[in-house]
C-alpha cells in the first residue's frame, strides 16, 4: 500500500487542537475555525534492500560516468567527501547512510587496490565534528581504520596550505576548494538530501570551499534573489553553485556524485505521534502525547534539550543514485520532490509555524535566537516551489521561547553578532557591509574553528542573510512565546498567546485574514499554485 | 546650625553596615549620621573664609562611610564628628583671597578643592603640596586642624550637608566663571577626579580604551578623554569601549564619545573583538585574554571589576583604579603573570598638558562646561530628606540617575545671564 499524500486541512469547530513545537517543548493550539493545517505526505517505505541499491547504484552509473569500479584502480590517489553533522535531521538510528555508502565505496576500492584512501568530512565554516559524531556518521570500522593514521580529516576552509584555487567563473566568483580532494584522481561525494537545497554542485563547491569563495553566493544579493532557495530554477544561490561546479569540473577534478534522500520517518515510535494527523491519533498516541509534553514541560531546559537531542531518526534509504553530478541530482530532485511535495491552493495573509529544538546548526547543540531567525525564516518559509505559502506583505507567526542562550563552544561569534551587530542592525546588506569583514577574519574565532568546535565566525552572517528573502517579504514576525527583549532586537514582535499574536498581525492583514499553518516537521515542500 | 554629622559610634557602624547590605545608601536610617541643630565651626583664623553650601554632592566614598563600608586606612586621616560633603559649591560670607592669590568679593560663588594639605593645616608645605600635588600630601593629620583627608571628613571645618556655614582655607577656593550654572559647579570636584585618572597614564592614538563602570566617574572619565583631545591636543585614543549597566549610562557614555557601549558582562568578548586577541583557553567561554585594553579605567573598584580589569587588559598594559576600591579579595595571578601596573588615581592637583601646567579644578571649570555635565545631576533634595536622597544615590543607575546632589534654597537651576 503506498503511503498517503501530502494533506490540506481546512479546520472547521470539530477538529482537535493542533501539535504545535515551541522549542525544547510542545503542545496542543487551537487555531480559528477555517484555518488550513499543511501536512506532509507520510513517509514512504525503507527500500527492502538498501545495500543491494547501493551496490547497484555504483555498479549502473546515472550520466555520464563509468561505474565506479572502472575508475578505481591501484596507484590511485582517491578522496571520499561526505556530508557533515547539519544532515540528517533528527540524526538517524545507526547504521547512518553514509556509513552505508563508504562501505560500499572502501569494498571497490580495495578490490581494485586502491591504497592511498583519504575521508574529508565536507565541512565548509560548520563546526568540526567530535569523535562520537565521525563515529556514528561513518561507523566504527570506518573510523578505526581510517583516523588514526590520519586519513580521515575534517575540512579545514582556512587552511591556505590545504586550498586550492581553481579559477573564476565568468561572473568573477573565485573557487577555491580543499587540495586533497581537487588533487586527487577521483573525488568521491556521500551526500545526503534532506532537503531539496543539497546536493549537486553544492557538495564540493560549498562544502569544500573557503571563505574566500563562498562568500561569493553567500552574501545578502544572492539570498534575496533566491526565491526560494529549495527551488533551483528560481535560485541564485543554486546558479552560482553550478558555476562554480562546471569550473571545477572543466577544470579536470573527476567526481563521482553519490547522492541519496531518505525518507520522512523523522521520529521514532515513542514520539510517532509528532508525525501523525491529531484526529487520527490512537489511545497510545494520546498517551505518549500526554507523558511527553508533560515531562518536557516540567523538566529544566537543558535536561528537556538532553531528551530531544538524543532522539535518532527511523529515516530509511528511500533511494540513491551514483555517477554525473548534475544527472544524479535531477533524478534526486525528482524524489526529493515526490516524497516532500505538497500542492497548496493560493496564498495566505499569516502562516503559522511551531519551531521544533532543532535545525542544521545546533545538533547536539543551542538552538540560539539567531537559528531560531534561520529555521522559521530562513528554512521552514523558504520550503516552496512557486511562491511563498504567506503573501508578500503578510505575516509569520512562530512559536519558540527565544531564549538568548548560546553554546559558548559551537557558536562563539554568534554571541558576539547578538551583542554586537544585532544591537546596531538587522539589516543583511548594513550588516554585510559594516560587520562582516571583521568577523570572518577574527584570529580567535578562526582559530576556535579550525582547532574546536566552532562555527567559523562568519556564520551567524550567513544565517541572517538566509533570512533576508522573507525578511524583505514579510510585513511582521511575530514569535509568540519569544524572550521579548531577544525577539525585539532581531527586529521581530513577541507576543504572549497566539491570540495576542493574531491581534497583531491583523493591524498588518487586515480585520479577517486566512491563516494556513506548517505541521513541520517531518519536512514537506508546499507547492503553491 | 543644622548638619547631617557622623558621629565615632561603632555600634551605629556596625548597624550601617548591616542595613547596607539591603542596598547602598540603606545605612542612613540606622548609622552614625544624624540630622541635627549644633554648633558652627569655629572661625580658623587667617586665610579662611566661612562659606554657605549652594549645593552639595553625594559620592561613592560617602555611600561607603554611610553604609560602614569604608577603608580602615581611614581611620587615622578623619576626625569625629564630622559633617560629610566634599563635592561643594558655596557663597563666600565674606571677602577673601582664593587659591590663585585673587581677591572675591562676600557673596561670590565659589567651588571647594576640599583636600585639607599642608597649606590649610598651616604647616611648612611638604615637597607635595609645593609641587601642587595636594592629593599625595602627607600631612593629613597634623598642624592646627584635626586629622581630616578632605573638608567633609574633619572635624573642624564643616561640610557641605549642612545649611551652613562651613569654613574653606584660600588654598581650597575656587572662583566659579560666571557661565557655570549651580549644577556643572557642583560637578567640578568629581569632574576634577576624572581628568586627573584620565591624566594618570599616557594615552596613544592607537590605544584601546576600556572603561569599567558607567556612573559619574566612568563617564566623566570618557568625557576628559575626548575633552583632553578636543582642546589640549592630547592623543585620542583609537576606541572606547565601555561596561555600561543601565540604558541612560549607556546612552551618555555614547554621547560623551564612546567608541563602542555595551553591558558589563559584555564587556570582555567587545574587547576581545576590538583587538583581535584570542581567549587563553581554547574553548568558546572566554576567560583571560591573550590580548587586551593598553588601559582599563576601572571606575567601579570592586573585586568583580579589578578581576574583570585583569583580564582584559593587554600584558604590559596598565589598569587605572578610580572608584574607591575597599578591602576585597582579588587574585593577583594575572597582575603578576601580564605584567600589568596597577595605578591609582586619587583627587587632583596640578596637571602638566605639555608646556603647559593647570590646577586640576581650573581644567574641570572649562571641562564640564564644554561637555554640558550639569546633565548628570538627576535629582536635588533638602538635607531634610537625607534619607531618601541617600537611597537614591545607592540606587542611582537602576533608578536613571547619576549624580544626587543636596541643595540648599538658595541654589538656582539657571544660568545667570538666563535667569
Ligand atoms: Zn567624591
Ligand atoms: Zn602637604
Redesign the pocket.
Known amino acids: 500500500m503506498s503511503p498517503r499524500p501530502g494533506f490540506v486541512l481546512e479546520t472547521d469547530r470539530s477538529t482537535p487542537p493542533t501539535l504545535m513545537w515551541n522549542g525544547e517543548k510542545f503542545g496542543l493550539q487551537q487555531l480559528p475555525t477555517g484555518s488550513r493545517i499543511v501536512y506532509a505526505p507520510e513517509p514512504f517505505d525503507a527500500l527492502n534492500d538498501p545495500e543491494g541499491a547501493i551496490r547497484d547504484a555504483l555498479n549502473h552509473p546515472t550520466g555520464e560516468s563509468e561505474p565506479l569500479h572502472a575508475l578505481l584502480h591501484a596507484g590511485m590517489k582517491l578522496t571520499i567527501c561526505f556530508d557533515d553533522i547539519s544532515l540528517p535531521l533528527p540524526p538517524m538510528v545507526a547504521p547512518d547512510i553514509r556509513q552505508m555508502v563508504i562501505e560500499a565505496v572502501l569494498d571497490q576500492a580495495a578490490a581494485a587496490g586502491v591504497d592511498d584512501v583519504v575521508l574529508i568530512a565536507a565541512l565548509a565554516l560548520h563546526r568540526r565534528m567530535t569523535e562520537p559524531e565521525l563515529r556514528h556518521a561513518l561507523g566504527n570500522r570506518v573510523y578505526d581504520a581510517f583516523a588514526p593514521n590520519g586519513q580521515l580529516l575534517q575540512h579545514d576552509a582556512e587552511d591556505p596550505e590545504n586550498l586550492l584555487f581553481i579559477g573564476e567563473t565568468p561572473h568573477g566568483e573565485e573557487v577555491e576548494i580543499n587540495k586533497r580532494a581537487a588533487e586527487s584522481d577521483l573525488l568521491v561525494y556521500v551526500n545526503i538530501n534532506l532537503v531539496a537545497m543539497d546536493g549537486g554542485h553544492k557538495s564540493v563547491a560549498t562544502g569544500l570551499a573557503s571563505y574566500r569563495s563562498l562568500r561569493h553566493h553567500h552574501n545578502p544579493k544572492t539570498m534575496t534573489h533566491s526565491k526560494s532557495f529549495m527551488h533551483a530554477p528560481s535560485s541564485e544561490l543554486h546558479s552560482a553553485n553550478w558555476r562554480m561546479g562546471r569550473l571545477i569540473k572543466d577544470s579536470g577534478i573527476k567526481i563521482f556524485q553519490i547522492e541519496t534522500t531518505l525518507n520522512t520517518d523523522t521520529f521514532p515510535s515513542n514520539f510517532s505521534f509528532l508525525q501523525k494527523r491529531e484526529w487520527e491519533w490512537t489511545l497510545r498516541d494520546r498517551a505518549a502525547y500526554a507523558a511527553s509534553s508533560s515531562a518536557l514541560s516540567l523538566a529544566p531546559t537543558k535536561l528537556a534539550r538532553n531528551i530531544l537531542q538524543g532522539i535518532r531518526a527511523p529515516h530509511a534509504l528511500r533511494s540513491v543514485y551514483a555517477g554525473e553530478v548534475e544527472a544524479v541530482h535531477e533524478k534526486i530532485l525528482e524524489d526529493v520532490w515526490a516524497q516532500q511535495g505538497v500542492r497548496v491552493e493560493g496564498q495566505t495573509d499569516i502562516v503559522t509555524m511551531g519551531l521544533p529544538y532543532i535545525s542544521p546548526y545546533n545538533v547536539n547543540s543551542i538552538l540560539n535566537p539567531i537559528l531560531v531567525a534561520c529555521l522559521g525564516l530562513g528554512y521552514f518559509f523558504n520550503m516552496y516551489r512557486g511562491k511563498p505559502v504567506v503573501r508578500e506583505g503578510g505575516v509569520a507567526i512562530m512559536f519558540h521561547p527565544t531564549q538568548p542562550e548560546f553554546h559558548p563552544g559551537h557558536h562563539p561569534s554568534y554571541i558576539d553578532f547578538f551583542e554586537q551587530v544585532l544591537t546596531q542592525t538587522t539589516d543583511p546588506e548594513v550588516m554585510h557591509k559594516e560587520f562582516e569583514e571583521a568577523f570572518a577574519t577574527d584570529p580567535w574565532y578562526i582559530h576556535l574553528y579550525r582547532t574546536g568546535h566552532a562555527y567559523h565566525g562568519v556564520h551567524p552572517f550567513y544565517m541572517w542573510y538566509w533570512c533576508s528573502h522573507a525578511m524583505e517579504h514579510l510585513g511582521r514576525v511575530i514569535i509568540v512565546g519569544g524572550d521579548p527583549k531577544s525577539v525585539r532586537r532581531m527586529g521581530f514582535h513577541p507576543a504572549s498567546t497566539l491570540d495576542d499574536a493574531l491581534e497583531m498581525a491583523k493591524d498588518v492583514v487586515g480585520p479577517s485574514p486566512t491563516l494556513t499553518h506548517l505541521h513541520n516537521p517531518p519536512l514537506f515542500m508546499a507547492d503553491v499554485q | 546650625m543644622k548638619a547631617l554629622r557622623m558621629e565615632r559610634r561603632p555600634t551605629r557602624f556596625v548597624a550601617a553596615y548591616l542595613a547596607s547590605t539591603f542596598g547602598s545608601g540603606r545605612g542612613a536610617g540606622v548609622g552614625p549620621l544624624r540630622l541635627g541643630d549644633g554648633p558652627s565651626p569655629r572661625d580658623l583664623g587667617p586665610g579662611w573664609t566661612p562659606v554657605t553650601p549652594l549645593l552639595a554632592?553625594i559620592?561613592?566614598?560617602?555611600l561607603a562611610t554611610v553604609d560602614g563600608r569604608a577603608s580602615r586606612s581611614f581611620e587615622s586621616i578623619v576626625s569625629f564628628p564630622f559633617i560629610p560633603g566634599?563635592?561643594i559649591v558655596a557663597l563666600a560670607e565674606r571677602a577673601g583671597i582664593d587659591a590663585h592669590g585673587q581677591a572675591f568679593e562676600a557673596g561670590t560663588r565659589i567651588a571647594i578643592q576640599p583636600v585639607l594639605g599642608c597649606a590649610a593645616r598651616g604647616l611648612a608645605l611638604c615637597r607635595f603640596c609645593q609641587a601642587g600635588e595636594v592629593g599625595r600630601c602627607g600631612n593629613l593629620a597634623h598642624g592646627h586642624l584635626r586629622p581630616g583627608l578632605q573638608t567633609g571628613y574633619c572635624a573642624d571645618t564643616g561640610g557641605g550637608w549642612s545649611d551652613g556655614p562651613l569654613m574653606a582655607h584660600q588654598s581650597q577656593i575656587f572662583v566659579v566663571p560666571e557661565v557655570l550654572t549651580d549644577d556643572e559647579a557642583v560637578m567640578v570636584?568629581?569632574m576634577a577626579?576624572a581628568l586627573h585618572a584620565a591624566l594618570r597614564c599616557p594615552i596613544d592614538v592607537t590605544d584601546t580604551v576600556a572603561v569599567i563602570g558607567a556612573g559619574t566617574l566612568g563617564l566623566g572619565v570618557i568625557g576628559a578623554l575626548n575633552f583632553l583631545s578636543d582642546a589640549y591636543g592630547l592623543a585620542r585614543p583609537h576606541k572606547i569601549i565601555v561596561g555600561a549597566k543601565y540604558s541612560h549610562q549607556q546612552r551618555s557614555a555614547k554621547d560623551l564619545g564612546a567608541t563602542d557601549v555595551v553591558e558589563p558582562k559584555q564587556l570582555d568578548r567587545a574587547v576581545r573583538a576590538a583587538v583581535h586577541a584570542g581567549s587563553m583557553g581554547f574553548s568558546g567561554h572566554l576567560g583571560e585574554l591573550s590580548g587586551g585594553a593598553n588601559v582599563t579605567f576601572d571606575c567601579v573598584g570592586s573585586a568583580d571589576s579589578i578581576a574583570q580589569a585583569l583580564r582584559i587588559t593587554a600584558p604590559g598594559g596598565r589598569i587605572v583604579l578610580v572608584g574607591m576600591p575597599g578591602k576585597i579579595s582579588v587574585d593577583l595571578a594575572p597582575l603578576w603573570r601580564r605584567e600589568i601596573e596597577l595605578i591609582g588615581a586619587y583627587a587632583y592637583g596640578v596637571e602638566q598638558l605639555g608646556d603647559v601646567s593647570i590646577p586640576t579644578f581650573d581644567l574641570a571649570f572649562e571641562f564640564v562646561v564644554a561637555k554640558g555635565l550639569g546633565n548628570l545631576v538627576s535629582a536635588r533634595y533638602p538635607i531634610d530628606r537625607f534619607e531618601e536622597a541617600l537611597a537614591h544615590a545607592g540606587q542611582a543607575g537602576s533608578r536613571g540617575a547619576t549624580k544626587i546632589v543636596f541643595e540648599s534654597s538658595r541654589s538656582t537651576k539657571h544660568r545667570k545671564d538666563d535667569a
Open positions: 554632592g559620592c561613592g566614598s560617602d566634599h563635592e570636584e568629581p577626579c
